[in-house]
């Protein structure tokens, strides 16, 4: 069963890594080329941004929370 566990954190970490790559170029593009004259426009412009630039972290970190619980439970044969 552990190794199955490995599987889906490698695949969840695998498979959120090439979104992420495939995507970050684009969004970048347009948090740098969007222009809004209103100042809260503009602040939830660059709270949007940081949330997609820090994503890989909050991935990484539930990654880390799901092998930690899952290796808590106690494994019957």
Known sequence: MAAWNW??????????????????????DMHEHAYTGDA?????????WLCWKYSPVAVLFACMIYGFTVAQKPTYR
Not at 7 to 28: E, R
Not at 41 to 48: E, L
Request: no cysteine; glycine share 10%.
């Open 7 to 28: 599987i889906v954190i490698i695949f969840t970490v695998l498979g959120f890594g090439l979104l992420y790559a495939a995507t970050y170029d684009v969004v970048k």
């Open 40 to 48: 809260k426009a503009q602040t939830g412009a660059n709270i949007v």
